[in-house]
């Protein structure tokens, strides 16, 4: 699985770094999230799938 993040759209509330900082980071600079992992590892992909979902503006794209 992998996962990106559309920065048009990235409110920067970190609600997705706060459920699986393994995945996601924030950008204090930039206000925004960052993914930081190329693939995501086994034991996060449902975090991440929750982050999307959790996602107000949609801006947590998972590729399976």
Do not use: H, S, T
């Amino acid at each position: 699985m992998k996962v990106k993040i559309d920065y048009d759209l990235c409110m920067g509330d970190r609600n997705c770094n706060n459920l699986c900082p393994q995945v996601f980071d924030y950008d204090v600079d930039q206000l925004q999230a960052r993914v930081i992992v190329d693939e995501v590892p086994e034991p996060y992909q449902d975090l991440v799938r929750q982050a999307a979902a959790e996602c107000a503006p949609g801006a947590i794209i998972v590729e399976e």
